[in-house]
């Protein structure tokens, strides 16, 4: 198989790590090629407003308004509002830009009208001009939650934004996500998929809640399709946030074998960073070595391009 | 009757008006003795965000931080949420201050727990470092409904913000009025009140809401209190906003007459611009006549004082 126009990608993304590929990935395929499926585990509501950190951190980056600084919210955004929330006297411990409001609010407004998070996230894509499907992998209430020491269960973003993923993890589950269905638009996108790729996210925050949605995991282990994952690890070490620190704290290795037994049975390939070739290496899957650190947009788009030409020349 | 610190003092307000002479009220009377009830009728659900314009603008200007120039919003603020909306596609035909919507957010938000209107207004009284007491006239649905020529019934606030108040009125009437309920709070301001003080506010849109709840002009008309009101009329126009026209396409006269007319039955007294006084004039209540447009600080406490005076005069 070599791919061409007429192949489908399909790319399962998390936040800011995802969200870089997936833009390069948008520069190399038509939009009739890939499509993306998105995380919504860390999707919380905050004084009403319904949040989905994970889609809008690919929806701006796609959108190519994303702050450059930090890789999730918007560009040149300002806080003011909450500024007065905390002239109000609240704890005003999650970021929320001015801009990036709108998206709440708009996301919030279509929801409690009976529009589907599939349906908004279609609409708010088209309106900033991305024209690549971003799915959310479901539909239904799906949300991360972490088991600390130090506080007992945290909702996922507590833990994350709050706490700064300082404490400790035992645990990581997805409440709802046995009554959660995959949505057809995800179901038809991994059926037709003649390649798969696992972006460079967490593992255990990004994209474990995509393949805790019943059905996901299943239709990822019988598939047609070619399926890879790039390692987010460069130099043994995560990129940004506590992906290392999480699989060290779960007795997972730190290394591109832990990471190909973690996606055991869902991969053939995996793409590993050059400072980490010394690391343990698995010995059941291809491996592509290459430099994975994506800073600039041409690093996005270099790296998106070597690895579908790799996975094509893999399956010619 | 002479008002001393211990009279009590209740002022019906609308929006910027009325929040001017309340200004002026609050610097004069102690918070033990003047309680200010409020318009509610312009309130309405905007991209999910419940919305108090009127109870917002006496808060803001009590807690001197409305804007200057409009006398309602925040001084100094931002529209970066509406900049985005509007890059989403949407009509952003209602202003909304990035400031601002921290209130909005927080009053959604604790309406969706349940608490009442009331009890928020509190709140955020309290949060901005405001003493004297403002109560919604009602914690129920009630909502200024505008008979129109060229668009029909339309809501307060398109009639209002998005046409500008030009469309030619028929009618004005308030929906759920009669189900609408006057709080315990206000039952009892209203019972306690030696003095009532209706503000230059626009008497069909933001006076007439309030008197529409049931038993409120009941109590008014059975008081045992001195009762004022202040004409919104400056040398025949109202200083700003449609209370001339709208009065005129009612068949209301726009004089202190007019405005007599209106309070029938509620008042004992009328404050008028010495401008004015050689329009027609009432010659069933008692008279002053003074400067009554509110430019400067020293404006409003200068006629709050001498509204205060006069009635104590006429009453001791």
């Known amino acids: 198989m070599v791919l061409n126009g007429h192949k489908q990608v399909v790319a399962l993304a998390g936040g800011v790590g995802g ?40 929806l701006y980056t796609l959108a190519e308004v994303a702050n450059p600084i930090t890789g999730w919210g918007l560009a040149d955004d300002t806080r003011h509002m909450l500024d007065m929330l905390r002239r109000y006297g609240e704890d005003t411990w999650f970021g929320l830009g001015d801009h990036d409001l709108a998206t709440h609010l708009l996301r919030t407004h279509w929801l409690g009208q009976g529009h589907t998070l599939t349906e908004i996230t279609a609409r708010l894509v088209l309106a900033l001009g991305v024209a690549h499907p971003l799915l959310p992998v479901t539909d239904d209430l799906l949300a ?26 035992e645990r990581v589950w997805f409440q709802g996500a046995d009554r959660a269905r995959m949505t057809v638009e995800v179901a038809s996108a991994l059926a037709n998929a003649d390649m798969i790729i696992f972006c460079p996210s967490n593992p255990v925050l990004s994209i474990a809640p995509i393949l805790a949605v019943p059905g996901i995991r299943e239709a990822l282990e019988t598939r047609r399709a070619s399926s890879i994952v790039v390692s987010p690890f460069v130099g043994g070490k ?21 990471v190909a037994q973690y996606y055991a049975g869902l991969v053939d390939g995996l793409v590993v960073d050059v400072s980490d070739r010394d690391l343990p290496l698995p010995d059941r899957v291809e491996i592509l070595t290459t430099r994975t650190l994506m800073q600039s947009g041409a690093d996005k788009v270099r790296l998106a391009k070597q690895i579908l030409d790799w996975v094509g020349s893999r399956t010619a």
Do not use: C
């Open 19 to 58: 969200a870089k590929l997936v833009y390069g990935l948008s520069k190399v395929l038509s939009p009739g090629d890939l499509t993306i499926i998105g995380n919504v585990g860390d999707d919380f509501v905050h004084y009403g407003l319904h949040i989905s950190p994970d889609l809008d951190t690919v």
């Open 144 to 169: 991360t939650m972490v088991d600390t020491v130090e506080y007992g269960t945290l909702p996922f973003q507590e833990y994350f934004v709050r706490y700064r993923w300082q404490p400790a993890v």
């Open 238 to 258: 995560a990129v940004k946030g506590p992906a290392a620190k999480l699989m060290n704290e779960l007795g997972l290795e730190v290394s591109p074998r832990g």
